[in-house]
C-alpha cells in the first residue's frame, strides 16, 4: 500500500529564520512527487513536480529535493506570506491518481 | 479561464438527506478527481474519472456516486447522508496524460457539515 508521510506536523517560524519539511514515502513505483501549498480555507496550489532522484526545483524562497525514500521542501528565510500548510503527494503507477500526506503547517512570525 | 468552479460553497444537511456537489472546469482537461479533507488531514480520494463516461472508485467511496456526462462536469452524489461525511470536498482536473504538466488543479471546496 502507497504510504505517504510528512513531519513535522506544524512548524513555527520567526522571518528569516530558515527550515526544511520532511515528506517520506513508501510507493510501488514512483511516477512524480508533488508539493502543493494550502491557504486556510483555499483548495491546493500547486507549487513542484519531482520525477527522480536527485532533482531539485527552487521557487521564490522555496526548494525540493528528491532522493529514493524522502523528499524535503527547504524554506529559505520564510516570510509571514509563507505561512500556510504545505502537502506532498505521490502518483504511482498506473494512471493520475495521488496519495497525500497529512500536511505540515507553517506559521511564520513577524 | 475560470479554472475549476465549486458550487455551493457551504451546506448543512441533516442525517438521511441528499444533494449533489458540482464541480465543472473550463479547461478541457480529461482528468478529473473528488477529495475529501478532514480536519488537521490529508486529501483521500474518493471517485476519479478519466474522461466522459468513465468513471472509477478511489481510496473512500463508500457513501457517494458520480457521473460523467461530458467533459466539463463531474457531480459528487450523497444519497444518504452521514455524520462521518462532514468534510471539506474538493474537486480537480489534471491536463494530460504525459508526464510533464501532470499536475492536478484545484477548486475552492465546499464545507459540508451533516447534523
Known amino acids: 500500500e502507497d504510504q505517504v508521510t510528512q513531519s513535522p506536523e506544524a512548524l513555527r517560524l520567526q522571518e528569516g529564520e530558515s527550515s526544511s519539511l520532511n515528506c517520506s514515502y513508501t510507493?510501488?513505483?514512483?511516477?512524480?512527487l508533488f508539493w502543493y501549498r494550502q491557504d486556510p480555507g483555499k483548495g491546493p496550489e500547486f507549487l513542484f513536480t519531482?520525477?527522480?532522484a536527485g532533482e531539485e526545483k527552487e521557487k521564490e524562497r522555496l526548494k525540493a529535493t528528491l532522493t529514493k525514500k524522502e523528499s524535503f521542501l527547504h524554506i529559505t528565510a520564510p516570510k509571514p506570506e509563507d505561512s500556510a500548510t504545505y502537502l506532498c503527494a505521490v502518483q504511482p503507477p498506473p494512471g493520475n491518481k495521488l496519495t497525500f500526506g497529512g500536511g505540515t503547517r507553517v506559521l511564520v512570525k513577524p | 479561464n475560470a479554472g475549476v468552479t465549486q458550487t455551493p460553497k457551504f451546506r448543512i444537511l441533516k442525517i438521511g438527506q441528499s444533494m449533489t456537489l458540482q464541480c465543472a472546469q473550463d479547461?478541457?482537461?480529461?482528468?478529473m478527481y473528488w477529495y475529501r479533507q478532514d480536519p488537521g488531514m490529508g486529501l483521500k480520494l474518493i471517485y476519479y474519472?478519466?474522461?466522459?463516461?468513465?468513471?472509477d472508485k478511489g481510496e473512500v467511496p463508500n457513501g457517494y456516486n458520480v457521473s460523467r456526462s461530458t467533459t466539463e462536469d463531474f457531480p459528487l452524489r450523497l444519497e444518504l447522508a452521514a455524520p462521518s461525511q462532514t468534510s471539506v470536498y474538493f474537486c480537480?482536473?489534471?491536463?494530460?496524460?504525459?508526464?510533464?504538466?501532470?499536475?492536478?488543479?484545484f477548486g475552492p471546496g465546499t464545507r459540508l457539515t451533516v447534523l
Open positions: 519531482l520525477y527522480s
Open positions: 479547461m478541457n482537461h480529461n482528468y
Open positions: 480537480a482536473s489534471n491536463p494530460s496524460r504525459d508526464r510533464v504538466h501532470n499536475e492536478q488543479f
Open positions: 510507493v510501488s513505483g514512483l511516477r512524480g
Open positions: 474519472s478519466v474522461g466522459a463516461g468513465i468513471t
